[in-house]
T-cell receptor
Framework: QQQVKQSPQSLIVQKGGISIINCAYENTAFDYFPWYQQFPGKGPALLIAIRPDVSEKKEGRFTISFNKSAKQFSLHIMDSQPGDSATYFCAATTASGGSYIPTFGRGTSLIVHP | NAGVTQTPKFRVLKTGQSMTLLCAQDMNHEYMYWYRQDPGMGLRLIHYSVGEGTTAKGEVPDGYNVSRLKKQNFLLGLESAAPSQTSVYFC??????????????FGPGTRLTVT
C-alpha cells in the first residue's frame, strides 16, 4: 500500500517553463512534508519543506503548495533551468506514536531542455 | 563536517558472499536509516535506528541485518548476497527534537552488484 503517491513519474520541460510535481497522501497524521532533489550519482538532498499550518512556502524559484483538505501537496519550479534536471522525491513524516520515519513517493525524473 | 559518509562506494559480490556497508555521521544525529533505491521504486527503508544500541525493521528488511554500536555509525550487513539485492544503498541520518522531526541528511550511496 502506497501511502504517498507521486506523479508524474517523468517530466520534460523546456527551459523557462514551469515544472509541477504532485503528491497525495492518506495518513492525516503526517505533519512534515519535505521535497528532496537527487542528481545522478548523488544522494538525495533536502530542497524545501512545509508543515501543514501553512498553505504555501516559497524559496527562490521553488514553491510548495499544500492543500490539507485534499491531502495533496505539490512542488512548482518556476523558470525551470537545465541545472534543475534531477529526480525529485516528496515525502511525509509523522511524530505519531514516537516514529519519525518518512514515507517517500516513488520519485519524478525531471528533464529540462535548453 | 563531513556529514554522512558511506564505505565502500562500489562493490561487486558473487551470490552467497557476505559484506558489510558502513555509514558514519558526524552531526550527532539520533536517527539513522538504511534505504535501497531501485529504478521506479523510489527509496525503500530497510532498517533504521533511533539511538545507539537500538534498531528496527523497515519496509524491506529481509536478507539484511544492522547494528548500531556507536551513535555515529550504522552498519548494514548482507549475510548471503542474492542478485535481488543488486541496488544502490543510501544511508541517512536526522535530528529529532521533542515532537519535531527535521530533514534527513543522505550519504553519497553505495552501488552494489550481485552476480
Amino acid at each position: 500500500q502506497q501511502q504517498v503517491k507521486q506523479s508524474p513519474q517523468s517530466l520534460i520541460v523546456q527551459k523557462g517553463g514551469i515544472s509541477i510535481i504532485n503528491c497525495a497522501y492518506e495518513n492525516t497524521a503526517f505533519d512534515y512534508f519535505p521535497w528532496y532533489q537527487q542528481f545522478p550519482g548523488k544522494g538525495p538532498a533536502l530542497l524545501i519543506a512545509i508543515r501543514p499550518d501553512v498553505s504555501e512556502k516559497k524559496e527562490g524559484r521553488f514553491t510548495i503548495s499544500f492543500n490539507k483538505s485534499a491531502k495533496q501537496f505539490s512542488l512548482h519550479i518556476m523558470d525551470s533551468q537545465p541545472g534543475d534536471s534531477a529526480t525529485y522525491f516528496c515525502a511525509a513524516t509523522t511524530a505519531s506514536g514516537g516514529s519519525y520515519i518518512p514515507t517517500f513517493g516513488r520519485g519524478t525524473s525531471l528533464i529540462v531542455h535548453p | 563536517n563531513a556529514g554522512v559518509t558511506q564505505t565502500p562506494k562500489f562493490r561487486v559480490l558473487k551470490t552467497g558472499q557476505s559484506m558489510t556497508l558502513l555509514c558514519a555521521q558526524d552531526m550527532n544525529h539520533e536517527y539513522m536509516y538504511w534505504y535501497r533505491q531501485d529504478p521506479g521504486m523510489g527509496l525503500r527503508l530497510i532498517h533504521y535506528s533511533v539511538g545507539e544500541g537500538t534498531t528496527a525493521k523497515g519496509e524491506v528488511p529481509d536478507g539484511y541485518n544492522v547494528s548500531r554500536l556507536k551513535k555515529q555509525n550504522f552498519l548494514l550487513g548482507l549475510e548471503s548476497a542474492a542478485p535481488s539485492q543488486t541496488s544502490v544503498y543510501f544511508c541517512a541520518s536526522s535530528h529529532i527534537a521533542g515532537q519535531v522531526s527535521y530533514e534527513q541528511y543522505f550519504g553519497p550511496g553505495t552501488r552494489l552488484t550481485v552476480t
